[in-house]
């Protein structure tokens, strides 16, 4: 027998009493389906168990509610309406309130770097000379169950400042300096994704509550005493629509900090704001969150695939090649400066957005090349008032850092209170919503597919931070070029940059997908070819850009392929 589970998968019907793969010790009406391992026992263990459990029950129904709004939200957008300001929350956006004072120990958070919860990445990045780590449980992380449980222990040794790593490759053993390590922030997944390897009353639990109660269960201690000066721990929290979803947070930290004793405001979270509907809901997300806030973040690849997805029933808002979707577009400009202004008028961080480049080895003009287009986006962003950015890869971290320093200052923590930006507050609901210019080619649509198949397989076989092309892509660009295809496909767009006049449709798009799966044979080498997953991510990818309907996440169908159950009584691998 089997059930359909709330986030969009097929899920194993189960009982409701406790039990799981051989070996796990867990509380009445928790079932883990994952595969045992000893190092995953300090992680799951009763106790911590019991806590998600306990977050799991208060808020799932708040969550699928939440989750409900997000459809009847989509289904007005399909009929024609477009996202704006809320006139019931007026009162919040005109008010003059602010959130609580910055913790000292993240005051300055000029570069940011991120990536997947591996060892030796974490320690890397820990050791990069950035002020802040954002390990990743969402975008950079495919979440197999080996990935997910460690990943938290991982960050069990990053924050008791005992991981070390011996790469046997290189015979060489990593392990974190003695000071001056970034500050450690922590990404869980959305709301939408579930963790199906761990059951709670017979229901796959909510992923970003597995992420944050493991998380947090081990580590709020330590946390406290070796990072955040009495604060934290803390946290980034992605693909929110609304306040509605930020309230459940905040809710949610409220009950950890009660289950730990800890004082309320102790955890701390920037929010992603990478969703076309969160941008009229700044100030009301920050106002829910106002004791628990640090900040938000341009997630700006991110909000173009969500742009792209709001509008996908309004053919007149088809967008260019998504190369030419920068920050120097209308609508991507007045995000980042509205976002700026709401910040800082609120008394905490705004983050700029990502600087996804890797260094080319081979290439030294390639190389430099790459670096100024970093540069200049970094020194726009500063310009503008952010008060901080992020990168891909430690080899950015001291250009980044370098302009951000030479404008802000070295003694300078932040730009909260020089750069007000009371300009941005006649930027208006047309502003954010104005059509992106620029053309559409044919190479455009081969770089998508292209690059959307080569992502897709290695998330399939557990990668989810993958360098493609002298970038590091993640699962938003992957959704960038899925919906983009599946809009120029669905409403036939002429390909008017390439001076032919071609329209797309299934059968060019067809062509396309052939042609690129020989370049990337061609590319990747007949042996990786045939051992990878790209022939199993060319028919997920094909289906996801060909179908009558779009899927709202390219992850949740995946997400069925690394899903892998060990019943009760299995035994110990």
Known sequence: MMGVGTYGYTAPATSKSGGGAAGYDVPEGVEIRGRFDEEFVKILTKEALEFVAELQREFRNRIKYALECRKEAKRRYNEGAVPGFDPATKFIRETNWVCAPVPPAVADRRVEITGPVERKMIINALNSGAKVFMADFEDALSPTWENLMRGQVNLKDAVDGSITFHD????????????????????????????????????????????????????????????????????????????????????????????????????????????????????????????????????????????????????????????????????????????????HRRGVHAMGGMAAQIPIRDDPAANEAALDLVRKDKLREVKAGHDGTWAAHPGLIPACMEVFTNNMGSNTPNQIQSMRREDASSITEEDLLERPRGVR?????????????????????????????????????????????????????????????????????????????????????????????????????????????????????????????????????
């Open 441 to 573: 080619t044919l190479e455009g649509l081969r770089l998508n597919t292209r690059v959307g198949i080569q992502y897709l397989a290695a998330w399939l076989t557990g990668t989810g931070s993958v360098p493609l092309y002298n970038l590091m892509e993640d699962a938003a660009t992957a959704e960038i070029s899925r919906v983009q295809n599946w809009q120029w496909i669905k409403y036939g767009v002429e390909l008017d940059g390439d001076g032919l006049g071609v329209r797309v449709g299934n059968e060019l798009f067809g062509r396309v997908v052939e042609e690129e799966m020989q370049r990337i044979e061609r590319e990747v080498g007949k042996e990786k070819f045939k051992k990878g997953m790209y022939k199993e991510a060319c028919k997920l990818f094909t289906r996801q850009c060909t179908a009558q309907t779009l899927d709202d996440f390219l992850t949740l169908d995946a997400y069925n392929h690394i899903v892998m159950h060990h019943p009760r009584g299995s035994s110990r691998l």
């Open 168 to 343: 046997k490759a290189r015979n060489r053993v990593y392990k974190l300096n003695d000071k001056n390590t970034a500050k450690l922030f922590v990404r869980p997944r959305g709301w939408h994704l579930p963790e199906a390897h761990i059951l709670i009353d017979g229901e796959p639990a909510t992923g970003c509550l597995v992420d944050f109660g493991l998380y947090f269960f081990h580590n709020y201690a330590a946390f406290r005493q070796t990072q955040g000066a009495g604060f934290g721990p803390f946290f980034y929290l992605p693909k929110m629509e609304n306040s509605r979803e930020a309230k459940i947070w905040n809710c949610v930290f409220e009950r950890a900090e009660k289950k730990a004793g800890i004082e309320r405001g102790s955890i701390r979270a920037t929010v992603l704001i990478e969703t076309l509907p969160a941008v009229f809901q700044m100030d009301e997300i920050l106002h829910e969150l106002r004791d628990h806030s640090v900040g938000l973040n341009c997630g700006r690849w991110d909000y173009i695939f969500s742009y792209i997805k709001t509008f996908q029933g309004h053919p007149d808002r088809l967008l260019p090649d998504r190369f030419l979707v920068g920050m120097t577009q209308h609508f991507m400009r007045n995000y980042s400066d509205l976002l700026i202004r709401t910040c």
